[in-house]
């Protein structure tokens, strides 16, 4: 009776080992399995059988495995990390070029096979500034323009030549010996002199159409020379002045605009400068005997009349 309980609690200790330590599920309910072991241990039969204690436990390990199911797999695992990206494949054979179909297209069939517009992207940086381009041929010759107004007669009515209406000359003075102080320059060239306003011999222009002139003179020399234009009615003189020290050709001009009236004169004069206080250096650039050249010139602007 004895070994019958004891058979009866080690079957339940490893019933509940296995399903503790290994997780294993049992079919068979706990009390269904006492009360079979129960019936089979105390009943007449089993101990008339006289089966021993090892016909027991053979018995109640073939129960065991008859009334277990073993449930052995394990929890599902994390799932683990993405793998690497596979290389990339090879690169396609190039396809076949498209055939144009000969003769009429629907047009509505070419705005089918063709692709949406775009939007515009942004405007991108100014370039640089290019290179100027060539001069193009010159354009076609423009219409002529109408006829100006009428000018007016610069003879007033008068039946004398435009040639009466024009002044100029040019004179020059190529002589070695200087001009005297305070005295009319006359010259021995005259390189022009319309009307013969001009007299070489005095070295006085006349006018003889009133106006507004201008008069210009140069001069080259090796020795200082102050040389003055002067309008006849006034009483200063316009003077220009040049102190060569360095023994060397230098040029001296001067100009001025004058308006004249019909007869007045002008002439150019040499002038002796007051101011110089070395007046014995005057005196000797006087009787300077070196080549010198003096150029007086004066033309008509235009008419007053």
Not at 17 to 23: A, D, F, R
Not at 51 to 59: K, P, Q, S, W
Not at 176 to 182: D, G
Not at 238 to 252: G, K
């Amino acid at each position: 009776m004895i070994t019958c309980w004891l058979l009866l609690f080690g079957d339940m200790f490893l019933l509940m080992s296995l399903h503790v330590k290994l997780k294993i599920k049992f079919n068979v309910k706990p009390r269904l399995f006492i009360i079979l072991h129960a019936f089979l241990f105390l009943s007449p039969a089993f101990r008339a059988m006289g089966a021993d204690f090892v016909c027991a436990v053979l018995f109640t390990i073939g129960l065991l495995l008859s009334a277990v199911e073993c449930n052995c797999n394990g929890h599902p695992g994390e799932r683990g990390p993405p793998g690497r990206d596979g290389l990339a494949g090879m690169k396609g054979q190039k396809g076949e070029p498209a055939v144009w179909v000969d003769g009429p297209v629907d047009p509505s069939m070419l705005l089918r096979l063709r692709g949406d517009k775009g939007n515009s992207g942004p405007q991108g940086p100014i370039g640089p500034k290019g290179y100027r381009g060539d001069v193009g041929a010159a354009g076609m010759a423009g219409q002529p323009g109408q006829p100006g107004p009428v000018g007016i007669s610069l003879n007033s009515g008068q039946s004398a030549s435009n040639q009466r209406t024009h002044s100029a000359f040019s004179v020059k003075r190529n002589t070695t010996r200087y001009p005297p102080f305070n005295q009319k320059i006359t010259y021995q060239e005259a390189i022009v002199n319309i009307n013969n306003n001009f007299v070489i011999n005095t070295g006085i222009f006349t006018c003889t159409t009133p106006g507004f002139y201008y008069f210009t003179f140069h001069s080259v020399a090796k020795v200082s020379m102050c040389l003055g234009l002067v309008k006849e009615g006034e009483p200063e003189k316009i003077v220009f002045c040049d102190e060569n020290t360095r023994n060397s050709e230098q040029v001296l001009s001067g100009g001025v605009v004058l308006e004249l009236t019909a007869g007045q004169k002008v002439w150019l004069e040499s002038y002796k400068d007051q101011q110089q206080s070395l007046q014995i250096a005057k005196d000797a650039d006087a009787r300077d005997v070196r080549e010198k050249l003096i150029v007086f010139n004066g033309f008509l602007i235009f008419s007053n009349s």
